[in-house]
């Protein structure tokens, strides 16, 4: 061993300066090259797989935070909002039509009232005579829209069927037309309840007009449902009136 250093000296000695850099540089650029092979390359792959392996978890996080925000924002919507704005909307409406409903009741005649004011206006007037009085089946609202709209009126809003009107025409009933049965309606929640009484006086023709004229100026009011004229024992006609008025009670008076 000593002898091979001593030889590789000898051949050193020989060399040029140049010669002998050049030699040096080699000797360094391979020592480097073993060193980067035996040490820092391993380090480098294991570098890389660890950039790899961190680039994996970062989008693997990503994808976990999305999915989380997501989600949180699923939890924050409130899955019921839709069904609670309907419902505010139709809690709403039904108040506004309680009021618009409720409203119809002020300037009527009271139910326990109507009688003795159709009575009253009746012996006030002297010279028609009372037939008969009777009171009608309490029907709500709705009841009294569907039988309107089987009766074929033109308007089919319960306002505008309730609305009051000038009496109607003295007109005798046509003969041979069927009357319409009114169907069974579907039963709801009423909030106002129609009152009616039917009166049959009999008399002239004008002091039937005067009696009606009485019972519109009144100076509170009902509804006109309905005027039939009897003229076949002219001249002492018989005049039938069906009236209505509207409470929150749905007890009748009894006659």
Known sequence: MKERLLKLELRIDVLTLRERIYLFAGSAV?????LYMTML???YQKQAALKQTISQQ???IAGIDAEIVGRMAA???DPDASARTRLTAAKTEAARV???LRGLQHGLVPPDRIVPLLESILRANGKLKLVSLKNLPVSGLSEAAAESALRGADDTSVAGR?????PPALVPPAPGVPAVAAAPAVKVPEILYRHGVEIT???SYLDMVD???ALESMPTQFYWGRAELNAQDYPNARLTLTLYTLSLDRKWIQL
Not at 30 to 34: A, E, K, S
């Open 30 to 34: 391979f020592l480097c090259f073993v």
């Open 41 to 43: 390359a391993p380090l």
């Open 58 to 60: 970062q989008n693997n």
């Open 75 to 77: 939890y924050s919507q």
């Open 98 to 100: 309680t009021d618009a």
């Open 162 to 166: 309730l609305l009051p009107v000038v």
């Open 201 to 203: 006086v009999q008399g």
């Open 211 to 213: 009696y009606m004229t």
